[in-house]
């Protein structure tokens, strides 16, 4: 069984710092390639970053490009999410999810709130 | 970025009812190399996760019910839902994967009248 476990988020002030991770099981992680998904507070999905199975390549949107660095250990199956100069329209839920083209599992998420 | 749009914003209908969203593109994500369309959609249930229903446009995910379908091609496309059962009240999204850029639609919220 596919299981993604977020994990990291929590309450940071405006231009902080945050890194999530992603527990990876179930499937042969690295060889599949992964991405963050990210949900406002009663808004939509939106796609923020996405990561090849060797980490060679990575895409981002552009709300978060220069900002948010994505990366993965496939020795350990985990995939990350390093988030810089964090603005409040960055808080969200944040999900890991298999796969970038398109999503075939998601986690539930772990929960970023950007506020003074 | 290729913009995803909608409609409608939402839909009430009786159980056993037909649903019928659609989504339309700004450009086609419809690729000739290989004659796919690279679109998405996927219902969010009230407090989960996302779950993946059809892609390539036509194709269901695991375990999906067939009274989920999805129609279309290059820029306009569309999820029915036939047979609505209770189960089924979720917000549905389309998203393109056509560009390095991923995108989703605004989403359909779905309602038993």
């Known amino acids: 069984e596919v299981q993604l476990l977020e994990s990291g988020g929590d309450l940071v002030q405006p231009g902080g710092s945050l890194r999530l991770s992603c527990a990876a099981s179930g499937f042969t992680f690295g060889s599949s390639a992964m991405s963050w998904v990210r949900q406002a507070p009663g808004k939509g999905l939106e796609w923020v970053s996405g990561i090849s199975t060797s980490g060679d390549s990575a895409f981002y949107a552009g709300s978060v490009k220069g900002r948010f660095t994505i990366s993965r250990d496939n020795s350990k199956n985990t995939l990350f999410l390093q988030m810089n100069n964090l603005r409040a329209e960055d808080t969200a839920v944040y999900y890991c999810a298999k796969g970038n083209s398109p999503q075939d599992y998601w986690g539930q998420g772990t929960l970023v709130t950007v506020s003074s | 970025d290729i913009v995803m749009t909608q409609s409608p914003d939402s839909l009430a209908l009786s159980l056993g009812e037909t649903a019928t969203i659609n989504c339309r593109s700004s450009q086609t994500v419809l690729h000739s190399s290989n004659n796919k369309n690279y679109l998405a959609w996927y219902q969010q249930r009230p407090g989960q996760p996302p779950k993946l229903l059809i892609y390539w446009a036509s194709t269901r995910g695991s375990g999906v019910p067939d009274r989920f379908s999805g129609s279309g091609s290059g820029t306009d496309f569309t999820l029915t839902i036939s047979s609505l059962q209770a189960e089924d009240v979720a917000v549905y999204y389309c998203?393109?994967?056509?560009?390095?850029?991923?995108?989703f639609g605004g989403g359909t919220k779905v309602e038993i009248k």
């Open positions: 998203q393109q994967y056509y560009g390095a850029q991923l995108t």
